[in-house]
């Protein structure tokens, strides 16, 4: 198995290592003189041994560079990011879920290691899997190896609620993730369990949150704050500061995938907090979204129109920039905006507020006069 991976990304060339979110850039020289390395046993170069010890301390000097390196091939286009819904199903039937109904269904295996080549082909090499929840996935293992085994570096967004089962948790260990993000809803059983309307949900998250980091894993939490757990914002944070790890807050719900308005209630007016303008994303250029069946997307929020990656490949993804580009204009109720200028969301997610009939205030400027 690698330990390290040397890939394009844009219009650089980098050395990454699983697991870690750090990175050496390449010349192009050089990158180019590790492909051809990598096609006939050969030592790693000692430049490599010397950039490789500096950033990681890890001795690669007189070790063969096929055991060590996977040189991945530039794609045809410019996607080096995504994110792959691997099913929409969950454990936790949250107040403020922004997908509506959570049909357990998608892609089988030999489907989901179909998606993963043709993501590799495309050039993906930072990819986020999330669901639903994807550690309840049965083919999750499987996926989560495979994709490694391809170069991806990995981030797996959960609730944490299957951290605790040890073959997931060493799984985690030997191919750790770039990072882990998991979602906080309360500091206490009563609220965490109201929030998630699963009884025992709370102390099932606090056993897998308190093994993952004894097990080193790079964790990145989400203090998801809505009315019903609004009381115990500082506790949260307290929490995270006394586990030693990165935090963030997250209080703007939006409405659902579908355009209803079920989440928006949730919302916990007094931790509203004003979204920076919106000034263009790279969603649909270096960029797509996946859903569980395979269908590329230029994100989780622009879902239509999409492409079928199972059944076009790699070629399908040359028509995601038009998507975008589409998806993008102003319509409605939006075009001749003055304000358009330092708009606060993007189009689709515009158009997903409109669908709900939401007050403006969540999410327009002209809301707040």
Not at 107 to 128: E, F, H, N, S, T
Not at 170 to 187: D, I, W
Not at 198 to 220: C, T
Request: proline share 6%; hydrophobic share 40%.
């Amino acid at each position: 198995m690698h330990e390290l991976v040397a890939t394009p990304f844009g219009r650089r060339r980098l050395i990454l290592r699983p697991g870690s979110p750090k990175a050496v850039q390449l010349p192009v020289a050089k990158f180019e003189e590790l492909l051809a390395l990598a096609s006939v046993p050969s030592i790693v170069p000692g430049w490599l041994v010397d950039a490789v010890r500096a950033q990681w301390s890890l001795d690669l000097a007189g070790r063969d560079v096929a055991d060590v390196l996977l040189v991945r091939e530039p794609g045809p286009y410019e996607f080096s990011r995504a994110t792959w819904e691997i099913n929409l199903g969950c454990d936790y039937d949250c107040v403020m879920c922004y997908l509506g109904e959570k049909r357990f269904e998608g892609l089988d295996m030999a489907g989901k290691r179909k998606l993963l080549a043709v993501m590799r082909d495309a050039g993906v090499i930072w990819l986020q899997i999330t669901g639903g929840e994807p550690l309840i996935d049965p083919d999750f293992p499987e996926s989560y190896r495979l994709a490694h085994e391809l170069g991806m570096q990995l981030e797996i967004l959960s609730n944490g609620s299957r951290l605790h089962k040890d073959h997931i948790l060493n799984m985690l260990a030997t191919y750790p993730p770039a990072k882990l993000s998991l979602s906080m809803y309360g500091a206490s059983a009563e609220t965490y369990d109201k929030v998630t309307r699963n009884r025992g949900a709370f102390d099932r998250f606090r056993m897998g949150l308190y093994k993952a980091v004894e097990a080193g894993l790079n964790i990145d939490l989400s203090l998801i704050v809505v009315r019903e757990n609004a009381h115990e914002v500082d506790a949260m944070r307290a929490w995270a500061r006394e586990l030693g790890v990165k935090f963030r807050e997250y209080a703007n719900i939006s409405p659902t995938i579908h355009g209803t308005a079920e989440p928006l209630p949730s919302q916990s007016p007094q931790y509203l907090t004003n979204r920076a303008p919106f000034t263009g994303c790279p969603a649909g250029v270096t960029f797509f979204h996946a859903d569980p069946f395979g269908r590329a997307s230029i994100c989780k929020v622009g879902r239509d129109p999409n492409i079928d990656l199972i059944a076009e490949g790699v070629e399908g993804l040359a028509r995601l920039g038009g998507n975008a580009e589409s998806l993008m204009l102003r319509t409605g109720g939006c075009s001749g905006c003055k304000l358009s200028g330092t708009c606060r969301v993007c189009r689709p997610m515009a158009k997903v507020f409109q669908a709900a009939k939401a007050p403006l205030v969540n999410y327009c400027q002209h809301g707040m006069r």
